[in-house]
C-alpha cells in the first residue's frame, strides 16, 4: 500500500493509534503520512523512575507502537502489524515534560517492515534525542491471527 492514504484509511489509524495501554499511558499521533508517524506524550509524574528521569518502558513503547502505525500505512487494510524484534538505543537520560517520537519505514515489503524511531526529549533548551530504535515489524494477515489465538 504505497502513496497516498484515503481520508477514511488515515482518520482509522489515527483513532486506532490510542486504545489500552497506549492510552493509559497517554500517548498520541500528532502527523501521519505513508510510511511515517509522529506521536507524543506529555509527561506525568508517574512516568518518571526513582531519580526523577522518564522511564525507559515508557520511551520504549512510545517508539515501538509509533514504528508499529508508520508500518500500518504501507500493508494492506486486511493485515495487522506484529512486532518481531527491536533494538534501542538510550541515548542519555529524558526528564522534559514532553516526548516526541517520529518514526519512518525504512525498508517495507509484502510481510516484513523495518522502520526507525527517534524520542526527543522537549527540553527548555530545545528538543533532545534521546532515544535511536530499529523495529522489524510483519505484516499478518488478520484470518491468521484469529487462529492463533
Same mark, same amino acid.
Given at each position: 500500500?504505497? %502513496? ?8 482509522? !489509524? ?28 506529555? !509527561? ?7 531519580? %526523577? ?21 504501507? !500493508?494492506?487494510?486486511?493485515?495487522? !502489524? ?68
Amino acid at each position: 500500500m504505497k %502513496g497516498k492514504l484515503s481520508e477514511e484509511r488515515r482518520q482509522h !489509524i489515527l483513532q486506532d493509534y490510542s486504545r489500552g495501554f497506549v492510552a493509559f499511558c497517554g500517548l498520541e499521533p500528532v502527523r501521519l503520512e505513508p510510511g511515517f508517524l509522529e506521536a507524543r506524550v506529555l !509527561i506525568r509524574e508517574e512516568h518518571r523512575q526513582q531519580d %526523577g528521569f522518564i522511564h525507559a518502558g515508557l520511551m520504549a513503547t512510545l517508539a515501538d507502537h509509533t514504528a508499529g502505525y508508520a508500518s500500518y500505512t504501507m !500493508i494492506p487494510e486486511t493485515h495487522r !502489524i506484529l512486532t518481531v524484534e527491536f533494538k534501542m538505543n538510550f541515548l542519555r537520560p529524558a526528564f522534559g515534560q514532553e516526548l516526541i517520537c517520529r518514526a519512518k519505514v525504512i525498508k517495507p515489503g509484502r510481510r516484513i517492515l523495518i522502520c526507525e524511531s527517534e524520542v526527543y526529549d522537549q527540553r527548555p533548551e530545545g528538543e533532545a534525542m534521546v532515544v535511536k530504535n530499529l523495529t522489524t515489524m510483519a505484516s499478518v494477515p488478520e484470518s491468521e491471527l484469529k487462529k492463533n489465538v
